[in-house]
């Protein structure tokens, strides 16, 4: 049912009478260094969401996944220090909309990126983009719901967990496995910085690290050793046969340039190997990173990289292969219902209806989709601007944003 442009003009205007505190709750969240990895200050961050919650008159609970539980394997160390993932929700019934956002942040160039800056309508500082400024839109957006009294048929569920800059092991994947996640879920929305697109679709991953082995001898004597490196070359000359047909697929879901559609097949992105020159080496790694585009199936993809290592294997060559990272791809069509509220909710408040695009990278969205509810990214910022030194989003964007959300969660909930 649709919302009548009274009530559209009375959220708006309380999202915008809030512009000033968005702007001191973005500065807040900023200023806690949550860098993952290692994964730190990630209880402090929590606390200051708590406080704005309990302001607005929200209460929330916290599911804590203790230190040292899952190990990151993109950089090999334990996780030293507890997660945390927060949930509050606000209407009743079970119908429930989910906001979902990250509260850490990749490492910072600088300290001085934890000392957010105002420069004309921009906000400097790291997670301004990504996605701290995408938080604050979020919860700006219950609070405006709440402030208008609006009776909603369901709820708006805010999920806010760490560790999506990591695979979300102890964020995304821990609050799934106690079954909170998506429970209920009618439809999610993500603040990722889009650059005023929505993304309706990302592709999934199986990142591998493959290590070859061999016998180390002396060069004089390399007829007793077994060169990892020639041995490598002929896994590696393989995978390359088996990226040529990988690459020649493309996904129906818009994505630009044309090149960008392709399935993706990466090796050697780590590569390493051998002790000295004049050594037969003694072991060679390698990675591979497999991006699946939304048609395909992540456990077939993942089965045909296995079986080429097990031919190996069985030829008499020694490889082993670890597990990096797995994540399914997910898509969902533009004509869903709450994409089309997504979408008309930006046109209102923009005055620019979105395109729909494909993330070149992976999302949290996959873990909704996962049990069936539709999932959409779209939040405040570039994408560009994310992890970069000079990180910064337009103050404008957090609020039109919280805006966005707001009406959108007035007509899905209506």
């Not at 708006?12 to 000033?20: A, G, H, K, Y």
């Not at 060069?219 to 590696?236: D, I, Q, R, T, Y």
């Amino acid at each position: 049912m649709a919302i009548g442009p009274g009530t559209k003009e009375r959220l708006m205007d309380v999202v915008s009478s809030c512009r000033n505190e968005i702007l001191d709750f973005t500065k807040a969240l900023i200023q806690v260094p949550t860098e993952n990895p290692p994964g730190s200050s990630y209880r402090d961050c929590v606390a200051v969401v708590e406080a704005k919650l309990e302001e607005i008159g929200l209460e929330s609970s916290v599911l804590e996944v203790p230190a040292g539980r899952n190990q990151n394997p993109r950089n090999g160390r334990i996780q030293s220090e507890s997660a945390y993932c927060l949930m509050s929700f606000y209407g009743t019934g079970p119908r429930t909309l989910y906001f979902h956002g990250h509260y850490d942040v990749v490492p910072a160039a600088t300290p001085r990126q934890f000392k957010p800056l105002l420069r004309g309508d921009r906000l400097f500082g790291r997670g301004s983009a990504d996605m701290k400024g995408g938080l604050a839109a979020m919860i700006y957006a219950v609070k405006a719901i709440k402030a208008c009294k609006l009776r909603l048929n369901g709820r708006i569920g805010l999920a806010i967990v760490p560790d999506e800059e990591t695979g979300g092991l102890r964020g995304s994947h821990a609050l799934a496995a106690s079954g909170k996640l998506g429970k209920d879920g009618i439809g999610m929305f993500t603040a990722e910085p889009t650059g005023g697109a929505i993304w309706n679709a990302c592709r999934g991953a199986i990142s591998l690290r493959v290590t070859v082995k061999g016998k180390p001898s002396h060069v004089g004597l390399h007829f007793w050793g077994v060169n990892s490196f020639e041995k490598m070359l002929g896994v590696a000359n393989k995978l390359m046969e088996l990226k040529q047909r990988v690459e020649s697929r493309k996904t129906a879901f818009k994505i630009e340039p044309d090149e960008a559609r392709n399935s993706i097949l990466l090796i050697g992105g780590e590569c390493q190997g051998g002790a000295s020159f004049n050594t037969v080496p003694a072991q060679c790694c390698f990675t591979v990173d497999r991006r699946i585009n939304p048609e395909e199936d992540l456990g077939a993809e993942k089965e045909r990289l296995l079986e080429l290592f097990d031919r190996f294997r069985k030829d008499g060559t020694e490889v082993e292969v670890e597990t990096l990272q797995e994540a399914r791809p997910a898509g969902f069509s533009e004509h869903d219902p709450v994409a089309r509220a997504l979408s008309t909710s930006i046109e209102a408040v923009t005055g620019k209806a979105p395109s729909f695009e494909m993330c070149p990278g992976l999302l949290e969205t996959r873990f909704y989709a996962e049990q069936g509810v539709p999932a959409f990214a779209y939040g405040p910022g570039q994408l560009t601007a994310a992890h970069a030194p000079d990180e910064s989003v337009a103050l404008e964007d957090i609020c039109a944003c919280a805006a966005v959300y707001t009406l959108a969660a007035a007509e899905l909930l209506a």
